[in-house]
C-alpha cells in the first residue's frame, strides 16, 4: 500500500501525561502498576490507574458529556499539541474531510454502572444521568467528534483489545478511496468494575504485578490509557513517521482463548508484511500484544519464534501500562513509534524468568539500537487480530 | 473518488413482525405476513452453540445467513462488518445490576458475551471465517457509518463484504435510557463487482445532514423503536426496485444512496 503519514500521536496511561512521560519511564524501567483503589468493592489485583482523571473537567459546551472515560479521552487530547494539530488539519482540509476512528471496549459504561448503583426510589436512572448519548457504546467518539469539532466519516470500533489497532485500517481505506484526506485514530479505554470484576470472573487476572512471557505468569492485570494519532498522506508531510501496513483477521476459533496455532495472528502478521512490502527479516522491533495470560503469550511466542530472524527485537509493554484492552493498540502502537525515534526497545518488564518458548528474538532489558522497522500486535477476544507496521520517514522496503 | 460504487447480492431482515427480506416486500405491498417464530433460528450456528448464545447473536446470525444464502457467498472467505448502537442490552443490564449488587458473583460466560464483538465472534467461529472481522457502533448513524465502512473495504480491497446491522430489544432501567423497544436486524451482502445474484447497484456519495428519508407506516414506528432499522429506507428501496435515499452516516454526516437495479 501507499504509506501513510504520521503527522501527530499521543499517549496518556498510568506512566504519564503524554509522550515524554512515557519514554522516560520507558528508559528507565518504570512500572505505572500499583495496587488497585478504583473498584466500588475491595478487588486484590495490581492495575495501570491515571493520575488526576477525577479532576479533569470537560469544557463547559460538552458537560453532558462527563465521565471518566470522557475525562480521560480530553486529558489525552490535551497533551503534546495534538489538539492544535487537529485543528489546523481541520482548517486546512475542510471538517468533513477529516475522518474520526476510534477503538474503545467498553466506553463509558463506568457511568452506567454508576446509574445502576444509584437507582431512583421507581428503579429507573436518576434526573442527572439520563443523557442517552453517554449510556452506549459510541459515546467515547460522539464526544471527541464534538471535542474536534469534526464532521467528517466518524465510527466506534469495538472488537475488545484489537479496537485502536484497527481503526488504522479503518482510516487507511477511507484515504486511499479519497472519502477524507485525514483521519484522527485512537482510543481510550478506563477503569471500572465491568473490566475489572469480568476479568476477574474468568479468573485471568493476576494477583501481582502482570509478568508477561515469564514462566511463571499467571495472569492479566488491567490498565486505563487514551491515545491518538493524525493520519495523513505521504506528501502532506515527508519526514513524518509512516503507517507502512496493517493486517487485520478472524481466528474463527473460540470467543475467549486465541487459537492455539495462533492462526489468525499469523495471517494478521502475513496481511501486515504483504502491504507494507516488507519480509519478515526487515522487521526491527515487534510490540507484542503479550498480556501475561497462559495461552496468549504461549501462542504468541511460537509465533514471533517461527516466523523472524533472531536480530528482530520483540517485547510486550503491558508490564509498564497493565492491559489497556481497547487502547491497547494505539498506546503501543505509540510505543512503536517512540522505538523508530528514539532508537529505543523497551524490555519485557516482569518477564524474568522467560518462558522457554521464547526465542532469542525476545528483548528482556532495554536495549539501543536503530530502528527502521517497528510492528505491533494486538488481539481480541472473540478472535479478533490486528497487526501494525510503522516505518521511519523515507525507509523503504 | 467521491463516491462509492456496490452491488447488494444478498439480504437479510428479521424482526418480530418480519421474517425475511420477502416478508418486508410483502408488507410494502399491503399485506399482513406470517410473523417468524419467537427466536431467530440461526441455523448457521451449530446447535449446542445456538443454546448458549445470546438472543442478540440469534438475531445477528439470522440476518448475516439469510443474506449469505442469498448471495451464494462462501461465508468462510467473506469480511465482515457487524455494526450495533447499543450491543446486547439485556447482558448490559444483567452486567450493571450485578456490579452494583454482588459484583464478584459476575457471570464468566455473560462477560465474555458482553463484548460488542460477541455476535461476529460466534458468526466466524461458526463459519470458519478467517477473513477481516469487525464490530462498529454510531449510535442511530450504526447502519449508515456500517453501510460506509462495508462500502469502502468491497471497494478498497476488491472482496466481498458481509454488513450485519441489529439491536436487540431493551431491558430494565438501560431500556428508558436507550429506548430500543423493539427487536430489528438486517445483513447485505455487499461485492464490488456485479454477479449473476445481484440485485441492484449502489451508488453511496457523502453529503452534509439533511433529513433521512421518511417512511411510511409500520415501517416509521419500526424505525423510531429500533436505531438498527435506520436500514428501512434502503431496504424498501431494494424491495420496490429502485430510487435514491438519504441516511446519516454519523451525527454532521449524511449518506445519498442512488439505486439502479441490475439488468
Not at chain 1, 331 to 347: D, N, R, Y
Not at chain 2, 36 to 55: D, F, G, I
Request: glycine share 8%.
Amino acid at each position: 500500500m501507499t504509506p501513510l503519514a504520521i503527522t501527530a500521536h499521543t499517549a496518556t496511561s498510568a506512566l504519564g501525561n503524554g509522550l515524554t512521560a512515557q519514554l522516560t519511564a520507558l528508559q528507565s524501567a518504570r512500572s505505572g502498576l500499583r495496587p488497585n483503589d478504583i473498584s466500588s468493592v475491595p478487588l486484590a489485583c495490581w492495575i495501570g490507574r491515571v493520575d488526576g482523571v477525577e479532576a479533569v473537567q470537560l469544557p463547559a459546551d460538552l458537560q453532558d458529556w462527563d465521565c471518566r472515560n470522557n475525562r480521560l479521552a480530553w486529558l489525552g487530547l490535551n497533551q503534546d499539541g495534538f489538539l492544535q494539530r487537529v485543528e489546523a488539519a481541520r482548517a486546512r482540509y475542510g471538517a468533513n474531510r477529516v475522518a474520526l476512528l476510534l477503538g474503545t471496549s467498553t466506553a463509558s459504561i463506568g457511568a452506567t454502572e454508576e446509574a445502576y448503583r444509584a437507582l431512583d426510589a421507581d428503579g429507573g436512572f436518576s434526573d442527572d444521568r439520563l443523557y442517552a448519548p453517554l449510556h452506549a457504546p459510541h459515546s467515547l467518539t460522539a464526544f471527541v467528534a464534538a471535542a474536534l469539532q469534526l464532521e467528517g466519516p466518524c465510527l466506534t470500533v469495538s472488537t475488545a483489545c484489537s479496537s485502536s489497532a484497527k481503526v488504522f485500517a479503518n482510516a487507511e481505506r477511507l484515504i486511499r478511496l479519497g472519502l477524507v484526506d485525514a483521519a484522527v485514530v485512537g482510543g481510550v479505554d478506563s477503569l471500572c468494575d465491568s473490566v475489572l470484576f469480568g476479568f476477574n470472573a474468568l479468573e485471568l487476572i493476576s494477583d501481582e504485578p502482570c509478568r508477561p512471557f515469564d514462566a511463571a505468569r499467571n495472569g492479566i492485570s488491567i490498565g486505563e490509557a487514551a491515545g491518538f494519532a493524525l493520519l495523513e498522506r505521504a506528501e502532506a508531510a515527508p519526514d513524518a513517521l509512516q503507517l507502512l501496513g496493517y493486517g487485520e483477521a478472524s481466528d474463527a476459533h473460540h470467543m475467549s482463548t486465541p487459537h492455539p496455532q495462533g492462526l489468525g495472528a499469523e495471517l494478521a502478521l502475513n496481511d501486515a508484511l504483504a502491504r507494507a512490502g516488507l519480509d519478515a527479516g526487515q522487521v526491527d522491533y515487534i510490540n507484542l500484544h503479550g498480556t501475561a495470560s497462559q495461552k496468549n503469550d504461549e501462542v504468541e511466542a511460537a509465533l514471533v519464534t517461527r516466523a523472524f530472524p533472531a536480530r528482530t527485537r520483540a517485547s510486550s509493554t503491558k508490564g509498564y501500562t497493565g492491559h489497556t484492552l481497547g487502547a491497547a493498540g494505539i498506546i503501543e502502537a505509540t510505543m512503536a513509534m517512540q522505538a523508530i525515534e528514539h532508537g529505543l526497545i523497551p524490555g519485557n518488564l516482569g518477564g524474568d524468568t522467560p518462558d522457554p518458548l521464547c526465542g532469542a528474538q525476545f528483548s528482556w532489558q532495554n536495549e539501543h539500537q536503530r530502528v527502521d522497522v517497528a510492528l505491533s500486535n494486538s488481539f481480541g477476544f472473540g478472535g479478533n487480530n490486528a497487526c501494525l507496521a510503522f516505518a521511519r520517514a523515507g525507509f523503504v522496503a | 473518488m467521491s463516491a462509492l460504487q456496490v452491488f447488494v447480492d444478498g439480504v437479510g431482515v428479521w424482526s418480530p413482525q418480519l421474517a425475511d427480506f420477502a416478508s418486508l416486500r410483502s408488507v410494502l405491498e399491503g399485506q399482513s405476513p406470517e410473523p417468524p417464530a419467537r427466536r431467530p433460528a440461526a441455523a448457521t450456528l451449530p446447535a449446542n452453540e445456538r443454546r448458549r448464545a445470546p438472543e442478540s447473536v440469534l438475531l445477528a446470525v439470522e440476518v448475516a445467513g439469510q443474506a449469505i444464502a442469498m448471495s451464494g457467498q462462501d461465508a468462510a472467505s467473506v469480511a465482515c462488518v457487524f455494526a450495533s448502537s447499543h450491543g446486547d442490552q439485556a447482558i448490559t443490564d444483567y452486567m450493571c445490576a450485578t456490579l452494583a449488587s454482588a459484583p464478584t458473583e459476575l457471570s464468566p460466560i455473560r462477560f465474555h458475551n458482553s463484548v460488542h464483538n460477541a455476535a461476529v465472534g460466534y458468526w466466524t467461529i461458526a463459519t470458519g471465517c478467517h477473513a477481516p472481522s469487525t464490530a462498529i457502533a454510531a449510535q442511530r448513524a450504526s447502519f449508515g457509518a456500517g453501510l460506509l465502512e462495508a462500502a469502502s473495504q468491497a471497494c478498497a480491497e476488491q472482496r466481498p463484504v458481509l454488513l450485519v446491522c441489529s439491536d436487540f430489544t431493551g431491558t430494565g432501567p438501560l431500556l428508558e435510557v436507550t429506548g430500543c423497544a423493539q427487536t430489528f436486524g438486517c445483513a447485505l451482502l455487499l461485492s464490488p463487482q456485479q454477479s449473476g445474484r445481484s440485485i441492484a447497484r449502489l451508488r453511496l456519495t457523502l453529503t452534509s445532514t439533511r433529513p433521512c428519508s421518511t417512511l411510511g407506516q409500520p415501517l416509521a414506528d419500526w424505525c423510531e423503536a429500533n436505531p438498527s432499522a435506520a436500514a428501512l429506507p434502503l431496504l424498501a428501496l431494494l424491495a420496490q426496485g429502485a430510487g435514491s435515499c438519504q441516511l446519516d452516516a454519523a451525527a454532521q454526516l449524511g449518506l445519498q444512496i442512488d439505486m439502479e437495479p441490475v439488468i
